[in-house]
């Protein structure tokens, strides 16, 4: 089984600590059986957590027998990182372990130097800081996550989430990680990136939220939904509709459609055998060639690629073993706005 193991020091965020906690540790699997083993491992046996301490099972020993290492964000980065810790995570690099940050997480990978040289981010507010501390790391404050492959690292707050959901998917395939995201009352992806939280909009009066609609758009993908479409089935002008959107996902309504219409493309091609042309149909493409021209475009593999790569075995897993490799192209690619 997959050992994600979460690391807590004193001063840590207690919602970054919470997200890796419960979305690993929900996890199932298509025969009922639990995806990760969760092992929250910290620099102490008692943890202080502002309002609440927090005692542990594991130490950072068992850091050597993980898969994967969570680095949640900390309430004060000027804090200095354990050096026992930064060796432990250098070691468990060296060996191929997974290592993400969520939050000003970053600040603790960045001091082991691993992240020199990559693309990295971290909450808005403090990207600015890390990259004066850190000048050899190229620090993106727009965008949600960035994946380097065997390093990643998370914006700020649920951010988090969409970095956990990003590494259930690369593991176990979008259906594993759809069901995940169901249970955190979260989509599988979300467009935009931090810039859209920057300045935040005033709060969707009551009845105003997109959920329904979103829902509803899901379900009739296969249908050819236009914007006066969405416009009358929301019972708003297309103006207000377009300003909803952009406050509540981050994105307009047509790159949201496309993005589902990908998601939902990539699910068939896990799970079925259908054709590609079928695929392209099902979700409501046009034509196979418009189909392969967004696959390319939101995953950055073509459909063929995606399948070879996730196609999903009898036992729910990979055709290739224990967990999917990323598609062509995906290792070093960050997950930007569109």
Same mark, same amino acid.
């Given at each position: 089984m997959h050992t994600v193991a979460i690391?807590?020091?004193?001063?840590?965020?207690?919602?970054?600590l919470a997200i890796p906690t419960e979305v690993f540790g929900r996890v199932r699997l298509p025969d009922g059986r639990a995806g990760y083993e969760?092992?929250?491992c910290g620099v102490t046996p008692e943890i202080h957590a502002g309002a609440f301490r927090v005692k542990t099972?594991?130490?950072? &020993? =068992?850091? #050597?027998r993980a898969d994967t290492l969570l680095l949640p964000g900390?309430? *004060?980065?000027?804090?200095? %990182?354990?050096?026992?810790?930064?060796?432990a995570l250098r070691a468990a690099s060296r060996r191929g372990a997974r290592i993400a940050s969520i939050c000003s997480g970053a600040f603790i990978l960045a001091e082991t130097g691993l992240l020199d040289g990559l693309r990295a981010t971290t909450h808005w507010l403090a990207a600015e800081e890390l990259a004066r501390r850190h000048p050899r790391i190229q620090v993106d404050p727009n965008v949600l996550y960035v994946d380097n492959g065997q390093l990643l690292t998370s914006a &700020? =707050?649920? #951010?988090?989430?969409?970095?956990?959901?990003?590494?259930?998917?690369? *593991?176990?395939?979008?259906? %594993?990680?759809?069901?995940?995201?169901?249970?955190?009352v979260m989509p599988l992806e979300r467009d935009g990136g931090q810039s859209q939280f920057i300045t935040h909009a005033p709060p969707a009066p009551e009845g105003a939220s997109l959920e329904p609609l979103l829902r509803w758009m899901e379900d009739h993908l296969h249908r050819p939904?236009?914007?006066?479409?969405?416009?009358?089935?929301?019972?708003m002008s297309e103006r207000t509709l377009s300003r909803r959107?952009?406050?509540?996902?981050?994105?307009?309504?047509?790159?949201?459609?496309?993005?589902?219409?990908?998601?939902?493309?990539?699910?068939?091609?896990?799970?079925t055998g259908?054709?590609?042309?079928?695929?392209?149909?099902?979700?409501?493409?046009?034509?196979?060639?418009t189909f392969r021209e967004h696959f390319q475009r939101f995953v950055t593999t073509s459909p063929l690629a995606y399948r070879r790569a996730f196609r999903r075995g009898p036992d729910g897993l990979s055709a290739g073993g224990r967990s999917a490799p990323p598609p062509p192209g995906a290792p070093r690619r960050m997950r930007a706005a569109s």
């Open positions: 690391v807590a020091l004193d001063g840590v965020v207690p919602f970054d969760v092992r929250v099972r594991y130490g950072l &020993g =068992a850091l #050597a900390t309430t *004060d980065v000027s804090s200095p %990182v354990p050096p026992r810790l930064v060796r &700020g =707050a649920a #951010a988090g989430m969409d970095l956990c959901l990003h590494l259930v998917r690369r *593991d176990y395939g979008a259906a %594993v990680a759809a069901d995940a995201a169901r249970l955190s939904l236009t914007l006066p479409a969405l416009a009358r089935k929301a019972a959107f952009r406050e509540q996902t981050g994105t307009t309504p047509l790159q949201w459609l496309l993005r589902a219409r990908v998601r939902r493309a990539q699910h068939l091609l896990e799970t259908q054709s590609v042309e079928a695929v392209a149909e099902e979700v409501g493409f046009g034509s196979t060639t």
